[in-house]
Structure formats: C-alpha cells, structure tokens
Nanobody
Framework: QVQLVLSGGGLVQAGGSLRLSCAAA????????MGWFRQAPGKEREFVAV????????RYADSVKGRFTISRDNAKNTVYLQMNSLKPEDTAVYYC????????????????WGQGTQVTVSS
C-alpha cells in the first residue's frame, strides 16, 4: 500500500512558479514509477509527467516540456513537480499517482492516487 499526500498548490500569476510535493507513506515508494496528472474543469484527466523508480527516466507532456521538471527523493519518499513559466491554461487540479509495475502515460493504469491540489494561474 502507498498513501500519497500532496502539497504546494495555490494561486500564482502567469509567468510565475510553483513546486508541488507528493509525500508517500508505505514501504514500496522507492519501487514505484510516479506520475503527475491534472484535470481542468470540464476536461478529462491528462498526463503531465512521469518518473521511473530511480529517477533515471522521465517523460513530459508536450504542453509542459521545458517548463516543468519532475524529480524524486527516495530517501524522503517524495516526488516533486517544479512548474515554471506558468500559463493560465495550466490551471487545474493536480494529482500524483504511483504505479508498482513500471511507468505509463495512462492514468487508469496507476495503482494509488493522492487527493489532488488546486493550481490556479491568473493572467
């Protein structure tokens, strides 16, 4: 079992930065691929970024590439999403998720989910 708790959301002006943190409880975090997803009002949940179990592999959605950075600290059981140059279209509820059997872009394939945190970018 992995319990995920998110922090770091909030309101920021366009061009600003935020860092989301996702802290995990449980003994399998270091073996999990971790993904970040987001869901804007009226839209489906979409993939943002993923990192493999040891941090050696990352992938990003085209919409955030070059602006967002995913990282992890297995000693702290935490995964991060550094978001720079934020745009109003980045406004959404952001989720982190854990998958025990490797990375994927598909939200439905993740085993554990955090509660979500609101990110609002004003123009």
């Amino acid at each position: 079992q992995v319990q995920l708790v998110l922090s770091g959301g909030g309101l920021v002006q366009a061009g600003g930065s935020l860092r989301l943190s996702c802290a995990a409880a449980g003994d399998t975090f270091s073996r999990c691929a971790m993904g970040w997803f987001r869901q804007a009002p009226g839209k489906e949940r979409e993939f943002v970024a993923v990192i493999n179990w040891n941090g050696g592999f990352t992938r990003y959605a085209d919409s955030v590439k070059g602006r967002f950075t995913i990282s992890r600290d297995n000693a702290k059981n935490t995964v991060y999403l550094q978001m720079n140059s934020l745009k109003p279209e980045d406004t959404a509820v952001y989720y982190c998720a854990a998958r025990t059997t490797g990375w994927t872009y598909q939200a439905s394939s993740y085993d554990y989910w955090g509660q979500g945190t609101q990110v609002t970018v004003s123009s």
